[in-house]
DNA sequence: CTGTTAGCGCATTCAC
DNA sequence: GTGAATGCGCTAACAG
């Protein structure tokens, strides 16, 4: 009963939505006028700009955005493309760039292309097509990735993955600052005997934390304790790895990993072995990836790549090329900061 | 020098995009019949058709999206408003919504709340603003949560987490199955002394679920092993729980865990107490989260909640609402399945 | 078959 | 201060 006196259900998508000149005519004024009240410009009297906020609130009124990005030529949205089946990066980088403005200032079409060249085009069209002030694209691995070309009307920005043209601008992580940042930390605590277990030596990002690594050790004076030991990035090859490590190398103090997949399986296999961490061994990962990294035992201290300022950045750095700016170029490395917890430092 | 002989570089949004007109009048026809021509609408000569499109094509032409809806009255988007910050059960749905169409035919503006009231009503007015065809509202629990109300101009289905209005759509995993299910197949494998390890019991998730364990028990004709164990769904609780049940239960030959999670850290305890699994004791996770699933050793057999499909059915109940038809209300709970891995199915 | 006209919802000149 | 007119890019009637 109480719902039969409601005026307006309107419950779903019924009659036509209120638009300004319904506002107008409410308010007694004329189209030009309750735009301007509404949006603060030009000037009205105070008594009639108030009438018209009455109107348009008791219509409940929302200005079409869509009329609006026609006029003004520009959307207040971007395309977020995206290979990242996991959704590990590019939820960080949606929140990043919806956070450089404000929520519900700029929005993001977030688009899934599963790895598939095609389906990206296809993307891209529909993208263009809805006018997007801007595209990021978003890779899973920091190795270089095709570039989208430069026939593009709208500036792109390669977040995680950096094109492999480097008249594109590309953000990315500082895979090596992270490697050296993570080896000092081990320093710092006073381990000197270092090892390094990374994954797939195919991919940059283990090349780029091994070069850090060593960069830390050498800095240091010290030796990496046998060689970087590569394979994938699995927990299995964690377990094997750091197995082959203690009979190796039983004086080991400090192992760097290069995921926290890895690490997770270093963990295990040290405590197999009966060696306690920290205090025997203080091991290190990499990525963050909180439901790994506080659910192993001891917790894990880790690198985190900062992907939501790295999302912030890019949507900036979109919104600035559309006011004029020159977007740039070249692949830029964003720092990189590390997470403690029990692996490498005992709990309090 | 390739580069230098191309005659429209237009990088980055620089000069205004072509529109229609300038295609016609490079094909010396009028507005209205290049759009007929390039939307296959009306009849127009065979030759004219390709003038148009051979236009369009040259001024790389695409059509914009803002016009189009505004006369349409709908856009072909959709907002996907989450609080799911892990992106865990968010992104699948993205996908089955793209799927539901094809790349490209419709859109999703994802907006992350991040469990502030405030910011979700900030993001509700944005996609209404750029009228937004339908809103999905992802949560991350299967606790209903407050319903948006009904005095939407679209339709909005709830996922995962249902809406507290009885009358409004909401899907949901069948998580009442999915506990029956999984303890179904193990009680097809021989195993007759089964207990249950869950989460934190005021999830109405690991309340279902305990449901559907104790109908396959009793169907069965066998008796859970101790009382459910509730805490909370992490990997810790389940070593806790594990190690507990084997002091008072030592003959448990079978274990359903509430999550991937638990299920991990059972297995890590199974091990620490010397009990092979599957041989001596077969475990089944919940969620099948890959990243935890596939890196246990053994791999872990799980429940999927079919998220995708979910995201899938969301999106097509929308655009029937919009066609007409009644987008209908309460909840429905969607089939899950399993997925069988090494620990509870030897490997071959 | 093709072109002319009107209008989607709104912001912006420019007279009054 | 306010309102009438013009146009953003496009599609949907209508005439021709």
Chains 1, 2 share one sequence.
Not at 114 to 119: E, K, L
Not at 141 to 158: F, N
Not at 165 to 191: C, F, K, V, W
Not at 321 to 347: C, F, H
Request: charge should be negative; hydrophobic fraction near 40%.
């Amino acid at each position: 009963m109480a719902d039969s006196t409601q005026s307006k259900p309107r419950s779903t998508g019924t009659g036509r939505a209120t638009t300004l000149g319904d506002v107008a005519k409410r308010a007694g004024v004329s189209l030009a006028t309750a735009s301007k009240a509404i949006n603060g410009r030009g000037d009205v009297a105070a008594a009639t700009r108030q009438r018209v906020m009455d109107a348009a609130e008791e219509l409940s009124f929302t200005p079409n955005a869509l009329a609006r990005s026609l006029i003004a030529g520009r959307t207040g949205t971007v395309g977020l493309l995206t290979s990242d089946l996991e959704g590990r990066f590019v939820i960080p980088i949606l929140m990043g760039a919806e956070d450089a403005f404000g929520a519900g200032q700029v929005n993001v079409f977030l688009c899934d292309a599963r790895g598939d060249a095609i389906r990206e085009q296809h993307h891209i069209r529909a993208l263009l097509n809805r006018r997007v002030d801007g595209i990021i694209v978003v890779g899973r691995q920091t190795d270089p990735r095709p570039s989208l070309g430069h026939d593009l009307p709208v500036p792109v920005v390669y977040a995680y993955a950096p094109s492999d043209d480097p008249t594109d601008l590309s953000l990315t992580p500082d895979n090596r600052a992270g490697g050296r940042m993570a080896t000092e930390h081990l320093i710092g605590l006073g381990r000197t005997r270092i090892a390094h277990i990374s994954g797939d030596p195919a991919y940059a990002a283990a090349q780029d934390r091994a070069v850090g690594v060593r960069e830390a050790t050498d800095a240091a004076g010290l030796e990496l304790v046998g060689d970087v030991m590569f394979s994938d990035w699995s927990e299995h090859w964690g377990r094997d790895a750091a197995s082959l490590l203690l009979t190796r190398h039983p004086d080991v103090d400090g192992i760097v990993c290069g995921s926290d997949q890895i690490a997770r399986g270093v963990l295990d296999a040290l405590r197999d072995a009966g060696r306690t961490v920290p205090d025997d061994v203080a091991v290190i990962g990499y990525d963050n990836w909180e439901v790994l990294a506080t659910n192993s035992r001891p917790e894990l201290t880790s690198v985190d790549a900062n992907m939501q300022q790295l999302g912030r950045t890019a949507a900036r750095r979109i919104f600035d090329a559309i006011d004029g700016a020159d977007i740039g170029s070249g692949t830029e490395y964003l720092p990189v900061r590390l997470v403690q917890r029990g692996s490498t430092v005992p709990r309090r």
